[in-house]
C-alpha cells in the first residue's frame, strides 16, 4: 500500500531530465550579483530536447524575484530531475556554485551534478579532488558533452570515457578525457538561442541587472535586454581576460574564433523581437574590419526588424561600422556603443589590451558618436599593474577630456582592476612585475565570501588613485540607495547617501535623493535643508 503511494506521488512529479541552474554571487540573503546565465545554457538546453530530453533553465536570482520563498529543495521536491547541471561561468559565482552543490546533495544525493563553464573548466582537477558533492566538469563548449553524458548516464553500465571534454572519478583518480568538441561552424550553424521557453520566466529574466542589490519585482527595469550570441573565441590577449586567445586554448581547446552564420543570428534576433525583447545585447567583436556587422545591420535593417542594440566594441570602431550603427538602431535612444580604453596612458594600453587604438582615434570616435546622438560609455580601469605616477595622472587628465566630448549623451565608468583565471596576468604575473601568488579555486571560493565584489590587484599604492577610488565607492552606495528608496526603505537608503555623501560631497544627485527619504520618512525640515544645499550647487535655480 505504501509502495502504491509513493508510486503515484512519483507519478504526479513533473519529469526534467535535465535541469541546468544558474546562480549569482549571494549578497547576505537580499540580492545577487553577476545575475546574468551564461548565453550557451539556453543552446545546450535546446540541444538535449532536439535529441528527446527534456530540459529546463533556472536562474536562481530570478525564481528570488518572483517568489521571495523559493528554494531549491522545494523545486525538487515537485520534480522528478535526471541530472543537474550547475553553470559555474563567472568564478564571482564560485562559492554561491559550491554551497548550492552541497544543499542539493543534501536532498537528493542521488542526482548526478555536472559544471560546466570558464571557471569549473579551469579548475576542473581541483573542484573534483575537493568537493564531493560535484559528479562531473564539463569542459569548454557544452552542447555534445552534455548530451553523450546523459546518454551514458541512461544505460546500466555507463562509460564515461566516451564523453567528450569530460572530467570524472574513476576510483578515487580523476580522469580527464580530451576536448575534442570544440564547436566550429557547422556546429554553431545548428545550434539555437531562441527556444525561450526553455528558461523559466524568461520575460522577468529580461529585466534584470548585472547587480540586484534587493530581489524585488519593483527593481525591475523596463529594457527588455537579450544577449546575443554572434559566435564564440577571440583572437587576441588583453593581460587581465579569461576569455582571450591562450584562456580559450586551456578551457575550450579553442584557436581563433567563429562567427553563426549572418541568417541564425537573424533568426534569434526576430525571434528575440518577436518574444518582446526591446534591446540586443552584443560582445562580440574579434574582427576590427567588422565586416561581417555590416552584413547583419544591413540584413537587419532590410528584414525591418526595430530593436535597439548595445555594442560592447574590442577594437575602435571606423566611420562605416558607426553611419551601419546609426542606420540600423540610431533611431532607439536607448541603443548604445561601449568602449574600454582602460586607460589614458596610451603604453598602458598597449600593454593590457590586444587591440590597440591611440586616444586621438578614440577621442574622433566619440565626437562621431555624439553628432550622431548615440549613447556611449566609456571603461576606465584602476589600479593597472604596472600604472606608474605619469599614467594615473595622465589618465585622470584623459577622463576630463573623454567626459567632455560625451557629454550629456554617455558616461565613463571607471572600474576596480580585476583578473581571471587563466589569463596572461594569471599564467605568467612575473612578466608583469606583479607578484601575486597564483589563485587556486579555494582562494575564489574564499575571496567572494567577503561582501566584496571585484577582487582588487595587489599591485600599487591605492591612495593615489584618490578620487576614482571615491567615486567608484559612492557609485555602488548610490545604487544601492536608490533600489531601496524604490521599494520604500527609506531609512536604510538614506544611510547608504549619507555613505556615498562621505567620498562625493556636494553631489547634486545623492543630495536630492537624502533630501526625497527624508521626505518619506516625515521629516519635512530636514528635507528641506537638504534640497536648499542641493540647490546651491546650481545658482541659476532661486530657492
Ligand atoms: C559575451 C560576454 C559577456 C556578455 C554576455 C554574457 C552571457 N550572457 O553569456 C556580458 C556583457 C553580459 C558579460 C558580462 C560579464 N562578463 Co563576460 N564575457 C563575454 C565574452 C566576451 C564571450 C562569452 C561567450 O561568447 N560565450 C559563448 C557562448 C555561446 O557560450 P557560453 O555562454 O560560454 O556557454 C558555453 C560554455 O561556457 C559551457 N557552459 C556554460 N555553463 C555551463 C553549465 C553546464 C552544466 C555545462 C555542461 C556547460 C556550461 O557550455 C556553453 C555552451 O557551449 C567572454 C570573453 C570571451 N571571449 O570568451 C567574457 C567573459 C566570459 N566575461 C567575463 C566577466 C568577468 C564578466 C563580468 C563578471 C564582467 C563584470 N565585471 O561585469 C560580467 C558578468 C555578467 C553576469 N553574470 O551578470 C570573464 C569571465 C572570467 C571568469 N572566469 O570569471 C570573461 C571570460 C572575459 C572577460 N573578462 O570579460 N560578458
Ligand atoms: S577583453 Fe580582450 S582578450 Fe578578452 S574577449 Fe575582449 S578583446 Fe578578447
Not at 583578473?419 to 575564489?444: K, W
Request: proline share 5%.
Amino acid at each position: 500500500m505504501t509502495e502504491v503511494i509513493a508510486n503515484t506521488l512519483r507519478t504526479q512529479k513533473e519529469k526534467l531530465d535535465c535541469l541546468l541552474i544558474h546562480t549569482p554571487k549571494s549578497l547576505g540573503q537580499e540580492g545577487g550579483y553577476a545575475m546574468i546565465m551564461a548565453m550557451g545554457l539556453l543552446a545546450m538546453a535546446d540541444w538535449l530536447e532536439q535529441n528527446g530530453y527534456s530540459a529546463l533553465i533556472l536562474n536562481l536570482g530570478v525564481e528570488k524575484i518572483v517568489d521571495a520563498d523559493f528554494s531549491i529543495e522545494h523545486f525538487l521536491e515537485h520534480h522528478d530531475v535526471g541530472v543537474i547541471g550547475i553553470s559555474l561561468h563567472w568564478h564571482f559565482q564560485s562559492l554561491d556554485v559550491i554551497n548550492l552543490s552541497k544543499a542539493i546533495k543534501a536532498v537528493r544525493p542521488e542526482i548526478p551534478i555536472v559544471l560546466g563553464g570558464y571557471t569549473a573548466s579551469f579548475f576542473a582537477g581541483e573542484i573534483l579532488r575537493n568537493y564531493a558533492s560535484i559528479d562531473f566538469v564539463v569542459c569548454g563548449d557544452g552542447e555534445v558533452p552534455l548530451l553523450n553524458l546523459l546518454n551514458q548516464l541512461g544505460v546500466s553500465t555507463p562509460d564515461f570515457s566516451q564523453v567528450p571534454n569530460l572530467v570524472w572519478r574513476c576510483r578515487g583518480d580523476i580522469v580527464r578525457n580530451q576536448l575534442t568538441y570544440v564547436a566550429g561552424p557547422d556546429d554553431m550553424a545548428q545550434l539555437n538561442f531562441s527556444n525561450f521557453e526553455l528558461i523559466k520566466h524568461f520575460s522577468t529574466y529580461t529585466r534584470i541587472f548585472l547587480f540586484m542589490p534587493y530581489y524585488s519585482n519593483d527593481l525591475l527595469n523596463d529594457s527588455k535586454t537579450f544577449f546575443l550570441c554572434v559566435g564564440r573565441g577571440c583572437p587576441v590577449s588583453c593581460s587581465f581576460c579569461g576569455g582571450g586567445r591562450p584562456a580559450q586554448k586551456i578551457i575550450f581547446g579553442r584557436q581563433g574564433f567563429v562567427f553563426r552564420p549572418i541568417e541564425r543570428v537573424l533568426e534569434t534576433v526576430r525571434d528575440a523581437v518577436e518574444a518582446g525583447i526591446k534591446m540586443v545585447y552584443v560582445c562580440f567583436d574579434p574582427d576590427p574590419v567588422k565586416e561581417y556587422y555590416l552584413e547583419l545591420f544591413k540584413a537587419i535593417r532590410q528584414k525591418k526588424i526595430n530593436v535597439a542594440m548595445t555594442f560592447e566594441c574590442w577594437s575602435l570602431p571606423d566611420t562605416e561600422f558607426l553611419r551601419a550603427f546609426v542606420s540600423t538602431f540610431g533611431n532607439h535612444r536607448e541603443s548604445k556603443i561601449v568602449l574600454s580604453p582602460d586607460s589614458g596612458a596610451e603604453r598602458q594600453r598597449k600593454q593590457h589590451r590586444g587591440f590597440f587604438y591611440t586616444n586621438k582615434n578614440l577621442l574622433a570616435v566619440l565626437r562621431q558618436l555624439r553628432s550622431d546622438n548615440i549613447f556611449t560609455e566609456v571603461y576606465f580601469t584602476y589600479p593597472l599593474p604596472g600604472d606608474t605616477l605619469n599614467d594615473i595622472e595622465e589618465t585622470d587628465r584623459f577622463i576630463c577630456t573623454v567626459e567632455q566630448e560625451i557629454g550629456e549623451r554617455g558616461h565613463v565608468i571607471i572600474q576596480d582592476f580585476g583578473y581571471d583565471p587563466g589569463s596572461p596576468l594569471y599564467l605568467h604575473p612575473e612578466s608583469f612585475n606583479l607578484q601575486a601568488s597564483v589563485p587556486t579555486f579555494a582562494n575564489y571560493c574564499r575571496r567572494h565570501d567577503e561582501d566584496q565584489l571585484i577582487p582588487t590587484s595587489s599591485s600599487g599604492d591605492m591612495e593615489i588613485y584618490g578620487h576614482w577610488i571615491q567615486r567608484s565607492k559612492a557609485a555602488v552606495a548610490m545604487s544601492r540607495a536608490k533600489a531601496l528608496s524604490r521599494i520604500n526603505r527609506h531609512e536604510e537608503a538614506a544611510n547608504y547617501v549619507r555613505e556615498a555623501l562621505k567620498s562625493i560631497p556636494g553631489d547634486w544627485d545623492a543630495l536630492m535623493l537624502l533630501g526625497s527619504c527624508l521626505e518619506q520618512l516625515g521629516k519635512p525640515e530636514r528635507a528641506r535643508l537638504v534640497y536648499r544645499e542641493a540647490m546651491r550647487l546650481y545658482p541659476s535655480i532661486v530657492v
